[in-house]
T-cell receptor, first 113, second 112 residues
Framework: SQQGEEDPQALSIQEGENATMNCSYK?????LQWYRQNSGRGLVHLIL?????REKHSGRLRVTLDTSKKSSSLLITASRAADTASYFC?????????????FGPGTSLSVIP | KAGVTQTPRYLIKTRGQQVTLSCSPI?????VSWYQQTPGQGLQFLFE???????NKGNFPGRFSGRQFSNSRSEMNVSTLELGDSALYLC???????????FGSGTQLSVL
């Protein structure tokens, strides 16, 4: 089962523009993470935001979290061709037992030089 | 530190066969998770092991199994392979809680 749903499924922008991806989820979470995957490779962790945080920055990345709407957004500023990849949100569900991380279907980002 | 190592990188099997995939986590990491990635279903959680015990399990049939050894290395096994098992199998490790997963490059399994 998938917890998060990214929007849009695909995004194409020019180098230098900003890219915004959204993620919605269904259940209560401990935290929400964003990962990047270059074609056919493993995922790389980008940033984690906890359920009691509203905004977080890391370099050119800005993540927001709205727990009342069960949604998050990832903003990549001043995009580069090297940012071309798939981006996934992942949620750590609140469970009575140990938590597990569930990934959304991802947003495919193409940055055109 | 060396990253997460998955072997083999590519694998071709035929229907009905079984396969074993291996994952060596980052040194000191005790949690190992497995995911199946396909174009149609995305990343699906298979299971997670911590200190040789399965802590979490996804919604996969019993043909999918795994184990973890005392050195935290993990294996997953798929028996009686089906065409639909063709996928990229990803392993991820973390020190304890899954707040930041470190992924291997994956094993690309093709079932013919």
């Amino acid at each position: 089962s998938q917890q998060g749903e990214e929007d849009p499924q695909a995004l194409s922008i020019q180098e230098g523009e900003n890219a915004t991806m959204n993620c919605s989820y269904k259940t209560s979470i401990n935290n929400l993470q964003w990962y990047r995957q270059n074609s056919g490779r493993g995922l790389v962790h980008l940033i984690l935001i906890r359920s009691n945080e509203r905004e977080k920055h890391s370099g050119r990345l800005r993540v927001t979290l709205d727990t009342s709407k069960k949604s998050s957004s990832l903003l990549i500023t001043a995009s580069r061709a090297a940012d071309t990849a798939s981006y996934f949100c992942a949620t750590e569900e609140v469970k009575t037992s140990y938590d597990k991380v569930i990934f959304g279907p991802g947003t495919s980002l193409s940055v055109i030089p | 530190k060396a990253g997460v190592t998955q072997t083999p990188r590519y694998l071709i099997k035929t229907r009905g066969q079984q396969v074993t995939l291996s994952c060596s986590p980052i040194s000191g990491h005790r949690s190992v998770s497995w995911y199946q990635q396909t174009p149609g279903q995305g990343l699906q959680f298979l299971f997670e092991y911590f200190s040789e015990t399965q802590r979490n399990k996804g919604n996969f049939p019993g043909r999918f199994s795994g184990r973890q050894f005392s050195n935290s290395r993990s294996e997953m096994n798929v028996s009686t392979l089906e065409l639909g098992d063709s996928a990229l199998y990803l392993c991820a490790s973390s020190p304890d809680s899954p707040e930041k997963l470190f992924f291997g490059s994956g094993t690309q399994l093709s079932v013919l």
